[in-house]
């Protein structure tokens, strides 16, 4: 039986580092918490996530979408209509991402401490 590779996402060539690289974003997290509660239309999703450009929400969808994280539904209608969802795959990111953002917003007090306090010796 053939042995799989060992990916280590630390060394400079594992290809594990791009999909870390596309986690680590900070509008795929919020996108797919966004997505956690199920299909949403493009401009729904754009609510929800306050802040992100529709440019930006279209790369991020289309980059979750090659990634498997994400899948497109249209529906042939006039005007056509088009929702995302998480695939299997993209719903075991949900917690990770989630457990994130509620760490940031646990911490974020403490942080801002930090940073002023960081801010005033320098």
């Known amino acids: 039986m053939a042995q ?14 791009t999909s870390l690289a596309r986690i680590a974003n900070k509008w795929t997290a919020m996108v797919v918490i966004a997505l956690s509660g199920g299909r ?4 729904d999703l754009r609510t ?5 450009s529709g440019k930006v929400l279209t790369d991020t969808l289309r980059d979750l979408e090659r990634d498997g994280l994400v899948t497109r539904h249209v529906h042939a209608e006039m ?8 695939t299997t795959l993209g719903r075991t990111l949900h917690a990770p991402l989630q457990a994130l953002g509620r760490w940031a917003e646990e911490h974020i007090e ?6 002023e306090t960081y801010d005033t010796r320098r």
């Open 110 to 115: 403490e942080v801002l401490a930090a940073r």
């Open 48 to 52: 929800a996530v306050d802040g992100i």
């Open 79 to 86: 005007p056509p209509r088009v929702e995302y969802e998480l």
């Open 4 to 17: 799989l590779p060992a990916f280590d996402v630390l060394t400079a060539t594992c290809p594990s580092r």
């Open 40 to 43: 949403l239309r493009f401009g």
